[in-house]
């Protein structure tokens, strides 16, 4: 289906492939969300309050090569591609089991590109403490996707790899999972990131000069970063968190009540949007 916008100053309409949602804070930290489908991009945030239809027209198409799939792998991926691409490798989700030096990575070229690029090992409260990895070039785009109210840099370390290592190291001791029912309650308080950062660093202290007498004293550096907070447009929680699902009910509508990490908050129920990248939509919004 080509991306259509329609505006007729009442309502605005969106047909095409849906995307993540784009997330960017402001000075403030305010988070601006814009929904995306096709080549289409409306706001969200002064849209809190007024009525949301996303409607599935049957289709999906693949997010890399486009062609039809009766089924999404992978957030958008038709079954040859998911198997084909490097980006959707076990290794993207478990780094420490990069195959790169055994010579059977899937696509060599992007792996250099997008692998063996600095990342970074971070500390982020979305439902609580969590450890995580991301391209240095990701933040805060990682800590929105996620719904951290905080996010704090702990170490700069040289390949997606030697990162996953760390984050193994890391995680005998803090989560790397959002509780996202949880998350979504607003159910979160602050932390002291920073405290948090020193304790690990010097709980795995032994942990990080191992790795550092095998991979090189720079490859795993400090960082001594400002901790970043983000707020959210939600002008009401859900008490209870269903989610709607658009593979059982390709019709979902109601009030706009907040958005948070990828996810609509909605009267009627939640929707990680992300989920169902790929999918052919018709969206209608309050204008």
């Known amino acids: 289906m080509p991306p259509v916008a329609v505006d007729d100053g009442r309502v605005e309409t969106l047909l095409g492939g849906l995307s993540k949602m784009a997330a960017a804070p402001d000075a403030q930290g305010r988070v601006e969300y814009g929904l995306r489908v096709g080549g289409g991009e409306a706001s ?20 890399h090569c486009g062609r039809h799939t009766r089924k999404s792998y992978g957030q958008g991926h038709c079954y040859p591609c998911f198997k084909r ?45 969590k450890v995580g990895i991301t391209r240095k070039t990701q933040l805060p785009t990682r800590w929105l996707d996620q719904g951290a109210i905080q996010g704090l840099p702990i170490l700069e370390v040289a390949s997606r790899q030697q990162a996953g290592f760390v984050e193994v190291l890391l995680k005998e001791a803090v989560s790397d999972r959002t509780n996202w029912r949880a998350m979504l309650r607003g159910e979160v308080d602050t932390l002291d990131l920073y405290a948090e950062r020193d304790r ?47 593979d ?40």
């Open 44 to 63: 969200l945030n002064e849209r809190i309050g007024t009525p949301l239809r996303l409607e599935w027209q049957g289709a999906i198409h693949c997010v």
């Open 85 to 129: 691409l490097a980006r959707c490798d076990m290794c993207i989700v478990k780094p420490e089991l990069c195959h790169y030096f055994q010579g059977t990575c899937r696509e060599p070229e992007w792996g250099e590109a997008h692998c063996f690029t600095p990342h970074r090992v971070y500390l982020a409260n979305a439902s609580g403490l």
């Open 200 to 246: 690990l660093l010097e709980q795995f202290r032994p942990g990080l000069d191992a790795l550092r007498e095998t991979h090189g004293d720079d490859a795993i550096r400090r960082l001594d970063a400002k901790a970043q907070t983000f707020g959210y447009p939600v002008r009401a929680f859900p008490h209870k968190v269903a989610s709607h699902n658009l």
């Open 248 to 287: 059982k009910a390709p019709l979902v509508e109601g009030v706009l009540e907040g958005i948070k990490g990828q996810y609509l908050l909605l009267d009627t129920g939640v929707i990680n949007l992300r989920k169902y990248t790929g999918y052919q939509v018709r969206a209608t919004l309050a204008g």
